[in-house]
């Protein structure tokens, strides 16, 4: 016999209702459904049982179903296929390149947004030099140098310049103790600096003094770049290594732009997204454009060596070193953009190859004393300057000057530097009066 009680019957004949509980709603069949697919569905792994463990992700991603690659963010070029914020580059250069003075353009540049090598578009950013060869006033030299030469006023790059000498006491990236390699307290600094002065560009003079591992060991090294990294990926900033390449003697340039003439492991310019080689002009060279020896000892080559983000265009930057006075008496050679005349073939250069030549360092010469954008100049003036410059017999630097065209009908056009400009002279007003050379952009 079933036995079977009814509790709301039983409590409302007692009236005792009142105290039992509500019941619950009645399910639904939607919700009956939905319940019956969940149930049906695999355990949910972040919900562990007690002493379970969770696998650790790997934080993959998938391709959204609506990507666009118009959404995607600009590479931030600080110098146009140079310097690349948030990246690594490095610059491998053999003796009296020019290497330090070079660099130390560039970070002037930046500071000033404006191009002074001719190496492409140039975003204004405060950039920072730490060398660990030059003292305090070895850098104050080279930085009169090139304010004379580029005609810049040290208020131009005030707090948006910034110097760190470690001649004396040095900067370093990783320290070593016994076998164990660790980062250097430098390195918080460094970091703290550049979010602090809003650094866009760091450059690092020379990269084997940051640091003590051995030049050749790969994992050491490896371990050195990975500091880098994390200062670049911590603050965003361009970061210019500049490095040291194997000696060539004469014809250091017959490597140039090549990747595997850096000094050192292997895995320093494997770290690096772009490399770039620094040469001096070899004999070969020199002699292929009708350089004679005196100028080819003044110039240098820029090769791109390794670029991960764009194709090569496979042509060599020149520099010159121009001689330079500066306030208290001393010379220094500054690097100005060359332009390499055509190549002769073994055969003697060309009128219109010589030509271009001549016009162009006498143009140069106007522009160190008017500006870049030119201007009139009389030619006794810039017969000495163009001795300071040169270094040329003066009995040279006459022919050449005479043999600027007369009249402005007549002006030549000269490339210096990616820019154009026309040049002539004119004759003075009576048979003793200096004649004057004229040199004006041409856009």
Known sequence: MGFEMNFIEHATKRGLLH????????????????????????????????????????????????????????????????????????????????????????????????????????VQGNALVINNEDDNDELNRRLAGIFKLYRIKSHEVTNKLYIKSGYGER??????????????????????????????????????????????????????MSYYRHIASETGVAL????HTRKDGEESDSHAGDVDVMRGASSLKD????????????KKTAKDHGIDDKTKNQLSRLDDAKNNFTLSDGKAKWFKMESVQIANGEWLGVPRSYDLPDAINGKEASNESKEHTTFSYITRGVISLKGNEGGVVKRPELMKQLFIETKYEKSKLAKDLQALPIGSSNARRVNVGGRFYRIHQVEGNHSNAAKTIHVVVDE
């Not at 770290?271 to 070899?282: D, V, Y």
């Open 19 to 122: 105290l039992l509980p509500p019941l619950p709603e009645p399910i639904k069949s939607a919700d009956l459904k939905a319940t019956e697919k969940c149930t049906n569905t695999k355990p949910n792994v972040n919900n562990p049982t007690l002493g379970e463990t969770l696998p650790e992700k790997l934080g993959m991603r998938t391709i959204s179903c609506d990507f666009d690659a118009a959404n995607i963010p600009r590479r931030k070029w600080i110098i146009d296929r140079l310097a690349l914020a948030n990246y690594i580059a490095i610059i491998g250069a053999g003796g009296a390149t020019g290497k330090s003075m070079i660099t130390l353009c560039l970070a002037v540049s930046v500071a000033l947004g404006k191009d002074l090598l001719n190496l492409g578009d140039t």
């Open 171 to 224: 900067v370093t990236i990783s320290t070593n103790t016994g076998n164990i390699t660790m980062m250097s307290p430098d390195v918080v600094k460094i970091i703290n600096e550049i979010k602090r002065c809003n650094i866009k560009l760091l450059i690092i003079d020379p990269f084997v003094s940051t640091h003590q591992e051995s030049e050749n060991d790969n994992s050491a090294i490896d371990n050195v």
């Open 240 to 243: 210019f290594l500049v490095h």
């Open 271 to 282: 770290a690096a997204r772009l490399c770039f080689t620094l040469s001096k002009m070899g």
